[in-house]
Nanobody, 130 residues
Framework: VQLQASGGGLVETGGSLRLSCTGS????????VGWFRQAPGKGRELVAG????????YYEDFAKGRFTISREHAENTAYLSMDSLKTEDTAVYYC????????????????????????WGQGTLVTVSS
C-alpha cells in the first residue's frame, strides 16, 4: 500500500496550490488523513487533518484561514488547498493515514496519536518565492 502526495511546485508569495493525496490499494473510508510538512533544517510539523467518515477537520494555528483540507469520496483522494502562501510555507509536504482513528478528532489525537501511528507517504515539495 502506497500513499502518494502530489501537486507541489513553485509559487510566488500570495499564490495558491492544491495538494492531493491518494492511496493505491487502500480505502480511506474508515481512516483519518493528515498533512505534515518539513522545512529545510526543521522537524516535521502537522498541518491539518480530516476524519474521513464524518469530515471533522483539524488545523494547526498557522494553517487556519489559509489552508483547507477536504476529501473526495469517489476519488478516494484527500486535498490540501493552500492560499495566501508565504515563504515560510516552503517545505516538503507529506500525507499520512491512520486506519484506526479516534473519531473525536481531538488535539491530543492529532498531535500525539496520529503522529505516532499513521503511515506516511512520499512528499511533494512546495516552494514559495518572495
Amino acid at each position: 500500500v502506497q500513499l502518494q502526495a502530489s501537486g507541489g511546485g513553485l509559487v510566488e508569495t500570495g499564490g495558491s496550490l492544491r495538494l492531493s493525496c491518494t492511496g493505491s490499494g487502500r480505502s480511506f473510508s474508515n481512516s483519518a488523513v493528515g498533512w505534515f510538512r518539513q522545512a529545510p533544517g526543521k522537524g516535521r510539523e502537522l498541518v491539518a487533518g480530516i476524519i474521513w467518515s464524518g469530515g471533522n477537520t483539524y488545523y494547526e494555528d498557522f494553517a487556519k484561514g489559509r489552508f483547507t483540507i477536504s476529501r473526495e469520496h469517489a476519488e478516494n483522494t484527500a486535498y490540501l488547498s493552500m492560499d495566501s502562501l508565504k515563504t515560510e510555507d516552503t517545505a516538503v509536504y507529506y500525507c499520512a493515514v491512520d486506519d484506526h482513528p479516534d473519531h473525536s478528532g481531538s488535539y491530543y489525537y492529532w498531535n500525539v496519536v496520529f503522529r505516532r501511528q499513521s503511515d506516511w507517504g512520499q512528499g511533494t515539495l512546495v516552494t514559495v518565492s518572495s
